[in-house]
T-cell receptor, first 112, second 115 residues
Framework: DQQVKQNSPSLSVQEGRISILNCDYTNSMFDYFLWYKKYPAEGPTFLISISSIKDKNEDGRFTVFLNKSAKHLSLHIVPSQPGDSAVYFCAARDNQGGKLIFGQGTELSVKP | DTGVSQDPRHKITKRGQNVTFRCDPISEHNRLYWYRQTLGQGPEFLTYFQNEAQLEKSRLLSDRFSAERPKGSFSTLEIQRTEQGDSAMYLC?????????????FGPGTRLLVL
């Protein structure tokens, strides 16, 4: 069963506009959520995270929102830049052991 | 560079051969994780170590897979009698649970192709 889902396989945004990437989860026991960015042939690069006790975390152009009642999180990138084009993965941490459960990824394309 | 390193970056092997991958975590990170990623999917957890102790193994990790972290520093992942279905990117990550929320930092991965 897919405990973490990213239902949009791709997203295309104009440079300078907002990118919103979404993620849904099913397990209420996840205690920590992370977003990673991945370029082809490289490992995932950590972007931003949020604890389950918070509803928002901001770092520069990146903001993550967590809606626990809806079991939904989103990553906002403002303003989007062509260098942001990559695959974005959301991940949830299993509070029983620390392993991460990843979504399938969303490929973001930011067009000049 | 003090990030997570993995060796080799690429490996092509024939079905039935054994392969071994190495991961060097960030210095002083006591947790080390192995994940596998196939095309179009997110990384899937395989196993993790805290220091030299292997604390959890996924059911994805068949008997042909074994991982070690003998001195609590680098780790190796061995696949015996490789199958074509083993072709994937094998990712290693390390973390330190101290000082607040734990973030896993990933290496560049080892891409395995089994012919």
């Amino acid at each position: 069963d897919q405990q973490v889902k990213q239902n949009s396989p791709s997203l295309s945004v104009q440079e300078g506009r907002i990118s919103i990437l979404n993620c849904d989860y099913t397990n209420s026991m996840f205690d920590y959520f992370l977003w990673y960015k991945k370029y082809p042939a490289e490992g995932p690069t950590f972007l931003i995270s949020i604890s389950s006790i918070k509803d928002k975390n901001e770092d520069g152009r990146f903001t993550v929102f967590l809606n626990k009642s809806a079991k939904h999180l989103s990553l906002h990138i403002v303003p989007s830049q062509p260098g942001d084009s990559a695959v974005y993965f959301c991940a949830a941490r299993d509070n029983q052991g620390g392993k991460l459960i990843f979504g399938q990824g969303t490929e973001l394309s930011v067009k000049p | 560079d003090t990030g997570v390193s993995q060796d080799p970056r690429h490996k092509i092997t024939k079905r039935g051969q054994n392969v071994t991958f190495r991961c060097d975590p960030i210095s002083e990170h006591n947790r080390l994780y192995w994940y596998r990623q196939t095309l179009g999917q997110g990384p899937e957890f395989l196993t993790y170590f805290q220091n030299e102790a292997q604390l959890e193994k996924s059911r994805l990790l068949s008997d042909r897979f074994s991982a070690e972290r003998p001195k609590g520093s680098f780790s190796t992942l061995e696949i015996q009698r490789t199958e074509q279905g083993d072709s994937a990117m094998y990712l290693c990550a390390s973390s330190s649970p101290w000082g607040g929320l734990e973030t896993q930092y990933f290496g560049p991965g080892t891409r395995l192709l089994v012919l």
